[in-house]
């Protein structure tokens, strides 16, 4: 890049800069960097007099936008491709194919249906001609100008039924390699996957489950616009089984990309009429739409796939919306609906002898009861989902058991055993770069130790935690640590700060329809106030926890009742 900035200085040095300072660097940057461009690119500078180097920088800027190549541009990348060997020429017309911004080795050698050295060779000499750029190890891309150049020459000379084997080859690629990604990271689940068939060109080794996490987490943005791509350009069964495949890795706090690509999935089924499929991607949306926290979108995906589901007697995809019907009741507050929901999905699972099912609908029905204060019966039904996850080998869900018993222990104060799940819970989750999950055990820490008597090492965990979710955007969760964070904030003395992470969960809690957060966080104000001796502001959050509380049924009522009883008592006195 400064190699070409330099040169531009060199040979149009009497050319004033204009406006703009660094009009070269943004003309270096519309060639592409590329030699023969900027030669050309300066003869035209030179041939033009009275423009500026603003000038001629705008112009290609403006160009560009109009996806319109400059002449002496098209020219330069036209003698470029020329020179090729007619192998390499193939590699750059199909590469500009592929829809993602960049691209490996392996997706190339998919492409041209080659083997792997030989792809890496022509890959390198591609780079040491410009033509082609390394923009990290082992990862490719092409230049906007190079692109639209090679998208041209592929329309021109590469007949259509090949173009479409080229990606069919690819997206294979892409399917086959996530399908191995997935079967590595979560073994236990790859019943409830679509069976893919290994594909026929070169792929990574994705055995070792660090390996698969990372080529995942790579590759996530491709894998989003490949789905989008298929969806939309003719293959849309790719696009179904991609959204199939990703679904467990989206949970580890990718929502967004979950919410777009269930979506093109839901697209694509419809395109091809498979209701099956339709439920299928209904129901997995209606969970992506749980993840970004929007609740009533989330129950009129899930019961719309429920009435397909129905529709064909698919007795597993029943039970499974049940339970994220149930999940997305919880998240409302309605929590006998949503154990109402639980109960019928564990029971369809054991008729259908689904151990992960069943063990899903009970570590729910778990949590549910210990929100209501049934500590005993939530510890039955979370051990039993623990041993069943165990016999599984489903290691993501033995984590959430495990921090949803940790809960139940803090709050019973068996204070040893809810450290103990929660350190196994936490090496669990980062095992499977579930970044949501590890946040989960973080502000379960937190809690554990304000518990403890320990409110700074409480707040470092509440804050580490909020950083997680702040980067995967799980709101809901983002709000159980901000309360965490405050009600840590006022055992260490800082009433004030507790206020400010109270705010801010509340805020986020009434946006999302959180009742229990925005019931927490009226609980966490009023004590703040309290420390500060804001009777009015104090009795008035009491007041607004208890109405919440009473509705949802749970056992904080009583405690803000014998609060509210205890400031009475204060008034009268007074």
Same mark, same amino acid.
């Given at each position: 890049m400064h190699e070409a900035v330099d040169y531009l200085a060199r040979v149009v040095s009497h050319i004033p800069a204009g406006d703009d300072p660094a009009a070269a660097a943004r003309i270096a940057r519309r060639c592409g960097h590329l030699p023969l461009a900027l030669d050309l690119t300066t003869g035209h500078i030179r041939a033009t007099p009275g423009w500026t180097l603003t000038d001629h920088a705008d112009r290609l800027d403006e160009r560009?936008? !109009?996806?319109?190549?400059?002449?002496?541009?098209? @020219?330069?990348?036209? #003698?470029?491709?020329?020179?090729?060997?007619?192998? !390499?020429?193939?590699?750059?017309?199909?590469?500009?194919?592929?829809?993602?911004?960049?691209?490996?080795?392996? $997706? /190339? =050698?998919? @492409?041209?249906?080659?083997?792997?050295?030989?792809?890496?060779?022509? #890959?390198?000499?591609?780079?040491?001609?410009?033509?082609?750029?390394? &923009?990290?190890?082992?990862?490719?891309?092409?230049?906007?100008?190079?692109?639209?150049?090679?998208?041209?020459?592929?329309?021109?000379e590469v007949r259509p039924a090949d173009r479409r084997a080229a990606l069919t080859r690819l997206f294979d690629h892409y399917l086959a390699t996530a399908a191995a990604a997935m079967n590595a990271l979560h073994p236990a689940q790859a019943h409830l996957r679509p069976d893919i068939p290994p594909a026929g060109t070169p792929a990574p080794d994705l055995t070792d489950p660090d390996s698969a996490l990372a080529w995942l987490?790579?590759?996530?943005?491709?894998?989003?616009?490949?789905?989008?791509?298929?969806?939309?350009?003719?293959?849309?069964?790719?696009?179904?089984?991609?959204?199939?495949?990703?679904?467990?890795?989206?949970?580890?706090?990718? %929502?967004?990309?979950?919410?777009?690509?269930?979506?093109?999935? @839901?697209?694509?089924?419809?395109?091809?009429?498979?209701?099956?499929?339709?439920?299928? +991607?209904?129901?997995?949306?209606?969970?992506?739409?749980?993840?970004? =926290?929007?609740?009533?979108s989330a129950v009129e995906h899930l019961t719309a796939a429920l009435r397909l589901f129905n529709q064909t007697g698919h007795g597993f995809g029943q039970a499974r919306t049940q339970t994220n019907l149930g999940v997305a009741e919880q998240r409302?507050?309605?929590?006998?609906?949503?154990?109402?929901?639980?109960?019928?999905?564990?029971?369809?699972?054991?008729?259908?002898?689904?151990?992960?099912?069943? =063990?899903?609908? *009970?570590?729910? @029905?778990?949590?549910?009861?210990?929100? *209501?204060?049934?500590?005993?019966? &939530?510890?039955?039904?979370?051990? !039993?989902?623990?041993?069943?996850?165990?016999?599984?080998?489903?290691?993501? %869900?033995?984590?959430?058991?495990?921090?949803? #018993?940790?809960?139940?222990?803090?709050?019973?104060?068996?204070?040893?055993?809810?450290?103990?799940?929660?350190?196994q819970a936490l090496a669990l989750f980062r095992q499977a770069g579930h970044r949501n999950g590890e946040a989960w055990a973080l502000d379960g820490l937190g809690i554990l130790h304000r518990h403890l008597g320990q409110p700074a090492e409480a707040v470092r965990y509440h804050q580490q935690a909020l950083t997680i979710l702040e980067m995967t955007g799980d709101r809901h969760s983002a709000a159980w640590a901000l309360n965490g964070l405050g009600e840590a904030t006022l055992a260490a003395g800082d009433a004030t700060g507790a206020l400010t992470h109270h705010t801010a969960a509340h805020t986020i809690a009434v946006e999302i329809g959180a009742r229990d957060q925005?019931?927490?966080?009226?609980?966490?104000?009023?004590?703040?106030?309290? /420390?500060?001796?804001?009777?009015?502001?104090?009795?008035?959050?009491? !007041?607004? +926890?208890? +109405?919440?509380?009473?509705?949802?049924?749970?056992?904080? $009522?009583?405690?803000?009742?014998?609060?509210?009883a205890t400031l009475d008592t204060a008034d009268t006195r007074t």
């Open positions: 560009h936008r !109009q996806r319109r190549l400059e002449t002496g541009v098209e @020219l330069a990348l036209d #003698l470029s491709y020329h020179h090729l060997p007619v192998d !390499q020429r193939r590699l750059l017309r199909l590469l500009a194919l592929h829809p993602g911004q960049d691209s490996d080795a392996y $997706a /190339a =050698a998919a @492409l041209t249906d080659a083997d792997l050295d030989t792809t890496h060779a022509h #890959l390198d000499h591609l780079c040491r001609d410009h033509l082609l750029q390394q &923009a990290a190890s082992g990862r490719y891309t092409l230049h906007d100008l190079v692109r639209a150049f090679a998208v041209t020459r592929a329309h021109d987490d790579i590759e996530r943005p491709t894998l989003v616009t490949v789905a989008a791509h298929a969806a939309n350009h003719g293959w849309p069964t790719h696009t179904i089984r991609l959204s199939r495949l990703l679904y467990r890795y989206f949970a580890g706090g990718h %929502g967004s990309d979950a919410v777009a690509v269930h979506s093109h999935a @839901l697209q694509a089924a419809r395109h091809t009429g498979d209701v099956t499929e339709q439920a299928h +991607a209904l129901t997995d949306l209606g969970v992506a739409h749980l993840w970004v =926290a929007r609740y009533e409302l507050g309605h929590y006998r609906a949503a154990a109402a929901h639980f109960a019928q999905a564990r029971t369809a699972h054991l008729r259908s002898g689904d151990r992960i099912g069943q =063990a899903r609908a *009970l570590s729910n @029905l778990g949590d549910v009861e210990q929100r *209501l204060g049934h500590y005993r019966k &939530a510890a039955g039904h979370l051990r !039993q989902a623990l041993t069943l996850y165990r016999q599984s080998g489903d290691q993501a %869900g033995e984590a959430v058991s495990l921090a949803n #018993l940790a809960e139940v222990d803090t709050r019973s104060g068996r204070y040893g055993t809810a450290a103990e799940n929660l350190a925005r019931a927490r966080a009226h609980a966490g104000l009023a004590n703040a106030h309290r /420390a500060l001796d804001h009777r009015d502001q104090t009795r008035e959050h009491y !007041q607004h +926890a208890l +109405a919440i509380y009473t509705d949802l049924g749970t056992p904080e $009522a009583d405690e803000i009742r014998t609060w509210l």
